[in-house]
């Protein structure tokens, strides 16, 4: 019992991790209708600069969240008013290629800067815990956990308390009805793809202290937040994030208590068994006409 439920502490504070990257990517797929294949990569690039201001410049990776935002938030907007804007016009299809393009470049960029070496960004307080009722708090995830809870609460007070906020929403519901209220929909979908990929700017930027990375990791992130998207429903900003420490929770406790190889595959069968009796999603809405 004490395993399993150290197991649980710590698959909710990775999940909290996961759970950024993919509320990011809820946000991103709410207003754009596309899969942001690169997702998993952006979060990665920034686990690198991350390391790489801690490595040259001494500079906390919690503290290089405020650099990685706002650098991630423009480099979000200008990929989709360079890229996705025009091919949108065209079908989801190109936008989305476009993406898994741009993350196999990136990987290559990455690649061939840093190598393929796995990286750790080791800190002073990296194996830190403290102990509450007998149970180990790893002080680098609970830190990561935290970091998350912030930044998706803000995220949560801009969607539900703003002007842009309401416009977000209407775009996701209704884009054509949106616009047909006024709403700048090319401009709020800029704005979501900045808020999205930023949202990967701070989850990597703490995701190299709990995770060995390096850039073939985007692939298996990659699976994670699809499988984390789909078991919440693609478009659930709430959902994603109940499905994501859904995730982490189901990944410690088989890790801990059978094997770390069955980790990943337990999780799908959650996924199939939950799309068996709600195709879509825990917190997905059935498309009209859909039997």
Same mark, same amino acid.
């Given at each position: 019992?004490?395993?399993f439920?150290q197991?649980?502490i710590?698959g909710?504070?990775? #999940?909290?991790?996961? *759970? ?5 990517q ?8 596309t899969v942001?294949f690169a997702?998993?990569i ?5 686990s ?8 040259d ?12 935002v706002?650098?991630?938030?423009? %480099? #979000?907007s *200008?990929i989709?008013i360079v890229?996705?804007?025009?091919l949108s016009r ?8 476009v =993406?898994?393009a741009?993350?196999?470049g990136i990987?290559g960029?990455?690649?061939?800067f ?12 990296a194996?830190?815990?403290?102990t509450?009722l007998?149970y180990q708090?790893p002080?680098v995830?609970f830190f990561? %956990?935290?970091?998350?809870v912030?930044?998706l ?6 969607r !539900?308390?703003t002007k842009f906020?309401?416009a977000l929403?209407?775009t996701t !519901?209704?884009p054509?009805?949106?616009r ?5 929909v090319?401009?709020?979908s800029?704005?979501a793809?900045?808020l999205?990929?930023a949202?990967?700017? *701070?989850a990597g930027?703490?995701?190299?202290m709990v ?5 073939n990791?985007?692939l298996d =992130?990659?699976?994670?937040l699809?499988a984390?998207?789909? =078991?919440?429903g693609?478009a659930s900003f709430?959902?994603t994030?109940?499905a994501?420490?859904?995730?982490g929770?189901?990944?410690?406790v088989?890790?801990v208590?059978?094997s770390?190889?069955?980790s ?5 069968v959650?996924l199939?068994?939950?799309?068996t009796?709600r195709?879509?999603?825990? %917190?997905?809405?059935?498309?009209? #006409?859909? *039997?």
């Amino acid at each position: 019992m004490h395993l399993f439920v150290q197991a649980v502490i710590v698959g909710v504070l990775i #999940g909290g991790v996961y *759970a950024l990257l993919a509320g990011g990517q809820a946000m991103i797929f709410g207003v754009t209708r596309t899969v942001n294949f690169a997702q998993a990569i952006f979060a990665i690039m920034c686990s690198y600069l991350s390391y790489t201001l801690f490595q040259d410049f001494g500079l906390d990776p919690f503290l290089s969240v405020l650099v990685l935002v706002p650098a991630m938030f423009v %480099f #979000g907007s *200008a990929i989709h008013i360079v890229l996705l804007r025009r091919l949108s016009r065209s079908g989801a299809e190109l936008s989305l290629l476009v =993406l898994f393009a741009l993350g196999i470049g990136i990987q290559g960029v990455l690649d061939f800067f840093y190598k393929t070496d796995t990286r750790v960004i080791a800190t002073s307080y990296a194996n830190d815990s403290w102990t509450v009722l007998g149970y180990q708090v790893p002080a680098v995830r609970f830190f990561a %956990f935290l970091l998350a809870v912030a930044v998706l609460g803000a995220l949560h007070l801009i969607r !539900q308390y703003t002007k842009f906020g309401r416009a977000l929403r209407a775009t996701t !519901q209704n884009p054509v009805a949106a616009r047909l209220l006024g709403v700048d929909v090319e401009r709020v979908s800029a704005i979501a793809m900045g808020l999205g990929v930023a949202a990967a700017g *701070a989850a990597g930027a703490v995701f190299g202290m709990v995770i060995p990375f390096s850039g073939n990791s985007q692939l298996d =992130l990659l699976n994670k937040l699809l499988a984390i998207g789909v =078991l919440g429903g693609m478009a659930s900003f709430p959902g994603t994030v109940v499905a994501a420490v859904i995730l982490g929770v189901i990944e410690s406790v088989v890790a801990v208590n059978i094997s770390p190889d069955w980790s990943s595959f337990s999780f799908l069968v959650v996924l199939f068994a939950v799309l068996t009796f709600r195709p879509q999603g825990l %917190f997905g809405q059935r498309l009209r #006409g859909a *039997a």
